[in-house]
């Protein structure tokens, strides 16, 4: 069962150059920076890149609460994260962010994974605190 709300976290950033390493202990250190497209480097998690990766990581874990919860067995997930960049009235901001899907769940489940994927995307605590809408398109295959 979860925690009662609300619920706390914060991470440390500490630089000493171009790049900082954000600290959430007891969690491994994740080394970040500006990308490569704005004199960056790709050695290290951008903040554009990190923001995708929290939008997957937090549709998967809310899609596996969600189908735990209606017993359904997923098999197999693959996703793949797509935002675009660029110039707004407001300033740069992510104009889209798309969510490709590829699940893998058992036998005649593939509608009931679907609507679950979708019920799972409208609770994604991330996705619900991004300003552009997510698309998601969604493969399943059953087994």
């Known amino acids: 069962m979860p925690a009662p709300f609300p619920h706390h976290y914060e991470v440390t950033l500490r630089s000493e150059g171009d790049g900082g390493l954000l600290t959430a202990d007891p969690r491994p250190p994740i080394l ?37 919860r ?16 660029d110039k707004t009235p407001e300033g740069l901001a992510f104009s889209s962010i798309t969510l490709h899907v590829d699940l893998k769940v058992a ?21 619900n605190s991004l300003k552009p809408a997510v698309a998601l398109h969604v493969s399943i295959t059953t087994a």
């Open 107 to 127: 036998g005649d489940d593939a509608e009931r994974a679907r609507q679950l994927l979708e019920k799972a995307k409208k609770h994604c605590i991330v996705s």
């Open 32 to 68: 970040g920076g500006a990308p490569a497209d704005f004199d960056g480097s790709d050695a290290w998690w951008s903040p554009e890149h990190l923001l995708l990766s929290s939008l997957s990581l937090c549709l998967l874990t809310t899609l596996r609460a969600v189908a735990a």
């Open 70 to 85: 209606a017993r359904l067995a997923l098999s197999a997930y693959v996703s793949r994260a797509e935002g675009v960049l």
